[in-house]
């Protein structure tokens, strides 16, 4: 329950920030045009608000709403998720929306995207400046990866060190690496201390998406970080810095090498090798009902090399600017496998985005994941489907090539039927989530 709550206030804090700045863009740019916002809210307030104050002598009334999907500005004449037919129907004022030039309604418009992004690129700027970038090369992962079923079929071996996708170097492991082994042709590893080049097969993201199991993972010893209190790995005497390296005399070289003998151990008792000190010692051990005793294992960065590359406070923003830019590429990258089936089933809701977030409160990583979360609104936002952002800017842009403006009904009934998309959209993501939980 513990780290539920953590996930889900870490995953509302970040939306709140990220749709308080990009309605903060609408509402700044709609001021500047002397354009009347009525409302600036943060969630929304279908029937009732939690939270609402309207300044002394100010147009706009602001409030917290109820229902955590998002939150919007209310501008004046203008045709949007409120379907104020009421106000449209009456003659146009100075003030409205709808009176403004059309290139000046197409800032507004933009406006909240435009946010979202420099608000990324200002926290991964940040994120550089204060943490630095520490990341783990490839190439000194010595025990190689090891790789899910497909990764398996597609020529991969457990142990193989990633080189080279075609012509380009492979040098951290991540969505980029996995995109340039998708799109490539030829993938060079070293496998037992010698370069072999792998012939990619069609398909190899497909099938990885159909397997829902990942590409590859790092391959680690298995040494002991912590133990849990109370538990098998407490109770025979493990401490921290004690390397595993079998189970009942077969040698198992590798951290999923390890979980895979104590799954089919499970309710049992084994026989543990391991070194303490460089010395080899034995233990027996009750393995649980799920296959584990019990202990927290070393990640891949606390065992293998790291490297760092520290930034200047005005060294970070062009940094930061470029990994924003990437992050955003890679994404793009990734959405052309939505509109497949496989790519479609792995579509995830509130559920899927807060399990992003790690269990323990780390500010780091809270402000990574608030940064590519801002890029994703961002480009979701300026997608030309009704309703969103981007719906507004494609009629608009329609207006500034032909000089006619859509006519109001149609965009009215456009409106609800980009709405109706989105909350069909909403309700499958957020049941494919309920569906991976129940089975």
């Given at each position: 329950?513990?780290?539920?709550?953590?996930?889900?206030?870490?995953?509302?804090?970040?939306?709140?920030?990220?749709?308080?700045?990009?309605?903060?863009?609408?509402?700044?740019?709609?001021?500047?045009?002397?354009?009347?916002?009525?409302?600036?809210?943060?969630?929304?307030?279908?029937?009732?608000?939690?939270?609402?104050?309207?300044?002394?002598?100010?147009?706009?009334?602001?409030?917290?709403?109820?229902?955590?999907?998002?939150?919007?500005?209310?501008?004046?004449?203008?045709?949007?998720?409120?379907?104020?037919?009421?106000?449209?129907?009456?003659?146009?004022?100075?003030?409205?929306?709808?009176?403004?030039?059309?290139?000046?309604?197409?800032?507004?418009?933009?406006?909240?995207?435009?946010?979202?992004?420099?608000?990324?690129?200002?926290?991964?700027?940040?994120?550089?400046?204060?943490?630095?970038?520490?990341?783990?090369?490839?190439?000194?992962?010595?025990?190689?990866?090891?790789?899910?079923?497909?990764?398996?079929?597609?020529?991969?071996?457990?142990?193989?060190?990633?080189?080279?996708?075609?012509?380009?170097e492979l040098d951290r492991f991540g969505v980029r690496t996995l995109l340039d082994i998708a799109d490539a042709d030829e993938v060079t590893v070293i496998r037992e201390g010698e370069e072999e080049v792998l012939t990619i097969p069609e398909g190899l993201m497909k099938n990885l998406l159909t397997d829902k199991?990942?590409?590859?993972?790092?391959?680690?010893?298995?040494?002991?970080?912590?133990?849990?209190?109370?538990?098998?790995?407490?109770?025979?005497?493990?401490?921290?810095?004690?390397?595993?390296?079998?189970?009942?005399?077969?040698?198992?070289?590798?951290?999923?090498?390890?979980?895979?003998?104590?799954?089919?151990?499970?309710?049992?008792?084994?026989?543990?090798?391991?070194?303490?000190?460089?010395?080899?010692?034995?233990?027996?051990?009750?393995?649980?009902?799920?296959?584990?005793?019990?202990?927290?294992?070393?990640?891949?960065?606390?065992?293998?090399?790291?490297?760092?590359?520290?930034?200047?406070?005005?060294?970070?923003?062009?940094?930061?600017?470029?990994?924003?830019?990437?992050?955003?590429?890679?994404?793009?990258?990734?959405?052309?496998?939505?509109?497949?089936?496989?790519?479609?089933?792995?579509?995830?809701?509130?559920?899927?985005?807060?399990?992003?977030f790690p269990a323990q409160w780390n500010w780091q990583a809270f402000w990574m994941m608030t940064a590519f979360l801002s890029v994703i609104l961002a480009f979701m936002n300026i997608l030309p489907i009704p309703a969103l952002d981007g719906g507004h800017v494609m009629f608009l842009i329609y207006e500034v090539?032909?000089?006619?403006?859509?006519?109001?009904?149609?965009?009215?009934?456009?409106?609800?039927?980009?709405?109706?998309?989105?909350?069909?959209?909403?309700?499958?993501?957020?049941?494919?989530?309920?569906?991976?939980?129940?089975?």
């Amino acid at each position: 329950m513990e780290i539920f709550l953590i996930k889900a206030l870490q995953l509302i804090l970040s939306l709140s920030i990220l749709v308080i700045v990009h309605e903060f863009g609408h509402y700044i740019f709609a001021r500047m045009f002397k354009i009347r916002v009525e409302k600036f809210y943060l969630f929304f307030d279908a029937g009732f608000a939690l939270l609402r104050f309207k300044p002394k002598g100010s147009e706009t009334e602001y409030g917290i709403g109820w229902l955590p999907l998002g939150g919007y500005v209310k501008i004046s004449g203008m045709i949007d998720e409120s379907m104020d037919k009421e106000q449209m129907a009456l003659p146009a004022q100075p003030w409205e929306f709808r009176s403004k030039p059309a290139g000046q309604r197409l800032l507004v418009m933009i406006a909240g995207v435009l946010f979202n992004l420099l608000l990324a690129f200002f926290i991964y700027s940040m994120v550089l400046f204060t943490w630095s970038d520490t990341y783990l090369p490839l190439k000194n992962v010595t025990q190689g990866m090891e790789f899910s079923q497909a990764a398996h079929t597609a020529g991969f071996q457990d142990g193989d060190i990633l080189l080279m996708a075609d012509e380009k170097e492979l040098d951290r492991f991540g969505v980029r690496t996995l995109l340039d082994i998708a799109d490539a042709d030829e993938v060079t590893v070293i496998r037992e201390g010698e370069e072999e080049v792998l012939t990619i097969p069609e398909g190899l993201m497909k099938n990885l998406l159909t397997d829902k199991e990942g590409f590859a993972t790092y391959r680690v010893p298995t040494v002991v970080y912590q133990t849990v209190q109370g538990s098998a790995a407490e109770q025979t005497g493990l401490i921290a810095g004690d390397s595993i390296t079998g189970v009942n005399g077969v040698v198992t070289a590798s951290y999923g090498e390890l979980r895979a003998a104590l799954t089919s151990s499970r309710n049992s008792e084994v026989m543990l090798d391991y070194y303490r000190g460089g010395t080899p010692q034995t233990t027996a051990v009750q393995v649980d009902s799920v296959g584990t005793l019990g202990f927290y294992a070393m990640a891949a960065p606390q065992i293998y090399r790291t490297e760092t590359i520290s930034y200047g406070f005005f060294e970070s923003f062009p940094a930061g600017i470029r990994m924003g830019i990437q992050t955003l590429k890679d994404y793009i990258a990734q959405f052309r496998y939505v509109f497949t089936k496989e790519g479609a089933s792995s579509l995830g809701g509130f559920g899927a985005i807060g399990n992003l977030f790690p269990a323990q409160w780390n500010w780091q990583a809270f402000w990574m994941m608030t940064a590519f979360l801002s890029v994703i609104l961002a480009f979701m936002n300026i997608l030309p489907i009704p309703a969103l952002d981007g719906g507004h800017v494609m009629f608009l842009i329609y207006e500034v090539l032909t000089r006619r403006k859509p006519n109001e009904k149609f965009m009215e009934y456009a409106q609800i039927a980009g709405m109706i998309l989105l909350f069909g959209l909403l309700i499958y993501a957020n049941g494919m989530d309920l569906i991976r939980a129940i089975f």
